[in-house]
């Protein structure tokens, strides 16, 4: 069973920085990283992904403020999140592409809060 555990959340205050951590249980191929994010009464969006060969792609809303980077070893990505504003409060989850026995699957984390004070 692949198990992500999501770390890294908490109340900011606008301006400032959060760095959220997802890190994979087992010995698992993971091909793309992604992080969403969802925020009360909104539907989940993507804010950044991550290729094994380390191309990355970004919400408009996030480029140059928010950095996607992985460890293909430890199968651990971070978001490293900057000049936060209040709109980027949401649930943030990450999700990893998986192939296990040939087959591709996504697991998801459990979700962690970021809540960005004005």
């Known amino acids: 069973q692949v198990q992500l555990v999501e770390s890294g959340g908490g109340l900011v205050q606008a301006g400032g920085s959060l760095t959220l951590s997802c890190a994979a249980s087992g010995t698992i191929y993971i091909t793309n990283m992604h992080w969403y994010r969802q925020a009360p009464g909104e539907q989940r969006e993507s804010v950044a992904n991550?290729?094994?060969?380390?191309?990355?792609n970004y919400a408009d809303s996030v480029k140059g403020r928010f950095t996607i980077s992985r460890d293909n070893v430890m199968n651990i990505s971070w978001l490293q999140m900057r000049r936060l504003k209040p709109e980027d409060t949401a649930t943030y989850y990450c999700a990893f592409d998986v192939i296990r026995r040939g087959s591709p699957s996504t697991y998801w984390g459990q979700g962690t809060q970021v809540t960005v004070s004005s």
């Open positions: 991550i290729t094994r060969s380390d191309e990355t």
